[in-house]
């Protein structure tokens, strides 16, 4: 089975841009989770969506937003981007339901300058 | 805040030995607690995870010791080899959520 795939994979923007993140699960995985990776916070929890229904979101602001599609493709969007948003932003997917089995993609490497 | 505190920052060990990476939390409504090895420019590898209703799990070199009463979980890594020199996560999930320890950098010296 292809793996979580993202696109795209590296990514410079300019502070006050916009950008938006793809990520396809594993086949047959319904759920998405979305996470941010930086040197200084870790690995940190954005959302999550099951059948394009997110039911958890983590603390961050309302300039990241997330959607899921019928195909359990999933999107993330940051508006007016700060240099804070530098970062390694991760996709993980799993079957759904109740279990936490989750599977991470490479990431997208995004960079505001 | 993090939710799970993971200890210690980084270790040395020779080939062969054993690496031992210690987590505790404090959350009792955590159900599922994994752990993930990284390396560099690649995202986090699922290695192995355990249930609260379950004391130890052993998957090849890699065992989870799991302590519910104390709140503790841990990852040993038998006969270390220089392949396993990565950042290993744990984590603990609830509410389809994964929080993650600080993680651990692994040095394995040959």
């Known amino acids: 089975k292809a793996g979580v795939t993202q696109t795209p994979r590296y990514l410079i923007k300019t502070r006050g841009q916009q950008v938006t993140l793809s990520c396809s699960p594993i086949?047959?995985?319904?759920?998405v989770s979305w996470y941010q990776q930086t040197p200084g916070q870790g690995l940190q929890f954005l959302f999550e969506?099951?059948?394009?229904?997110?039911?958890n979101k983590g603390n961050f602001p309302g300039r990241f937003s997330g959607r899921q599609f019928s195909n359990s493709r999933s999107e993330m969007n940051v508006s007016t981007l700060e240099l804070g948003d530098s970062a390694l932003y991760l996709c993980?997917?799993?079957?759904?339901?109740?279990?936490?089995?989750?599977?991470f993609g490479p990431g997208t490497r995004l960079t505001v300058t | 805040q993090q939710q799970v505190k993971q200890s210690p920052q980084s270790l040395i060990v020779q080939k062969g030995g054993i690496s031992i990476i210690n987590c505790a939390y404090e959350?009792?409504?955590?159900?599922?607690f994994p752990w993930y090895q990284q390396f560099p420019g690649k995202g986090p590898a699922l290695l192995i995870a355990?249930?609260?209703?379950?004391s130890e799990k052993k998957e090849g070199r890699f065992t989870i010791s799991f302590n519910k009463s104390a709140k503790q979980f841990s990852l040993h890594i038998m006969d270390s080899q220089p392949g396993d020199s990565a950042t290993y996560f744990c984590?603990?999930?609830?509410?389809?959520?994964?929080?993650f320890g600080a993680g651990t950098t692994v040095t394995v010296r040959a």
């Open positions: 993980a997917s799993s079957l759904g339901s109740l279990t936490y089995e989750q599977y």
């Open positions: 355990i249930r609260p209703d379950v």
């Open positions: 086949s047959g995985h319904r759920s």
């Open positions: 984590a603990a999930g609830a509410d389809y959520k994964l929080s």
């Open positions: 969506y099951f059948s394009e229904t997110q039911r």
């Open positions: 959350n009792t409504a955590f159900d599922y």
